[in-house]
């Protein structure tokens, strides 16, 4: 098939993935315009915070719904937010924004159990566990954050439902700059992620949609995973769509003993135990060990749980634009694949199929082709 007629066929079913995106991931736009009104509604409780305040007096002093506004300065604070309908809301004024400094004593930036939360204009930084999680919350409005160097996860929803990650830039994370676990129903779009171990991981999560993100400079780009020990075993239904993945080439530098710490370096795009993925229209390029892999999860790793289904199942590589990658493999790689590809495989699963232009450099088991229903 010459790149011409694989992209003509990819494109036909690239023009149906809007009608065919799971009702989880349309509920999630239909809460954001929801939310719009209501977080600009004249009679909302408004409290201002100067630099001279405390944000989490304001947060405590403020009636569910409120919309808590900060002025720019730093505030060395550890947030946290458990009443319903808070949003958080950063007054960016030229290149001055607010700024969360945990100084690399603190835990969390903010912690969000109230549903739902909105938080965006802030740059969020030095924190020794995690940047903005949210656990448990139905409805997740995070945009326009600027997240650095807090820990092991940037931005960080969990056991959560109908969640928006938009606009927002996040790096040097020890794990993922941006992370959905255990969740249902997310969009994580137009978003910066670079120098992280992962740039975006989607784990144990149902009904993601990854779109048009610039994800460069990490360990390895985008992941769509299932692992052990988790209360949602599976993963379900991931769109990865116009990302560009570029020269994620970076040595780990995350904890040994996790499974995202033993990732090789030069990873574009990543499927491993997650069922249902489609992987349509990204830019993969300049990867040194593969562009695309799609694989298992290990042995030892499956064997901690046995209820979860470790293999890679229905996983469709629609067209995408690969190029540069795997010239250079890790060692891992090279050992088990005999060097490095633009799409890799390694033969387990069923279901899983591509339509790479012939051009595309292929590693591990063959790909049967993509058939449309």
Request: negative net charge; aromatic residues 4%; contains cysteine.
């Amino acid at each position: 098939m010459t790149r011409t007629e694989a992209r003509s066929r990819t494109r036909a079913r690239g023009r149906t993935v809007a009608a065919r995106l799971p009702a989880a991931v349309v509920r999630v736009a239909a809460l954001v315009a929801a939310a719009a009104p209501l977080v600009a509604a004249s009679d909302r409780h408004v409290v201002r915070v100067a630099p001279s305040g405390s944000i989490q007096e304001a947060i405590d002093a403020a009636p569910a719904g409120s919309v808590v506004e900060v002025e720019p300065g730093v505030y060395h604070e550890a947030l946290t937010v458990d009443r319903p309908g808070i949003v958080l809301r950063g007054l960016v004024r030229g290149d001055a924004r607010p700024v969360l400094d945990g100084r690399g004593e603190l835990g969390d930036g903010v912690i969000a159990s109230g549903s739902p939360f909105a938080m965006s204009g802030f740059e969020v930084r030095h924190y020794r566990g995690n940047g903005v999680t949210t656990q448990g919350v139905d409805g997740v409005l995070l945009s326009d954050l600027v997240i650095d160097d807090t820990g092991l996860y940037g931005v960080y929803p969990v056991q959560s439902r109908n969640i928006e990650i938009t606009h927002c830039t996040v790096t040097r994370i020890r794990d993922a700059g941006i992370y959905v676990g255990e969740s249902n129903g997310a969009l994580v779009a137009h978003n910066e992620v670079h120098r992280n171990v992962a740039g975006i991981e989607i784990e144990n999560t149902n009904d993601a949609l990854v779109r048009d993100n610039l994800v460069y400079d990490n360990t390895a780009g985008i992941l769509v995973f299932v692992l052990p020990g988790k209360v949602q075993k599976e993963g379900l239904r991931t769109r990865v769509v116009r990302n560009f993945s570029l020269r994620n080439d970076r040595d780990n530098f995350g904890d040994p003993e996790s499974i995202v710490g033993k990732l090789p370096f030069g990873i574009g795009l990543m499927v491993m135990g997650a069922d249902d993925t489609e992987l349509v229209d990204n830019v993969v390029k300049e990867n040194r060990s593969a562009g695309i892999a799609v694989v298992r999860l290990a042995e030892d790793q499956a064997a901690k749980d046995p209820a979860l289904e470790p293999l890679s199942d229905r996983t469709r590589i629609g067209f995408n634009y690969v190029s540069g990658n795997g010239v250079a493999p890790h060692p891992t790689i090279a050992r088990a694949y005999g060097g490095g590809a633009d799409v890799m495989w390694d033969g387990t699963g069923s279901g899983n199929c591509e339509d790479l232009a012939d051009a595309a450099t292929r590693g591990g088991a063959p790909l049967a082709r993509c058939v449309d229903a």
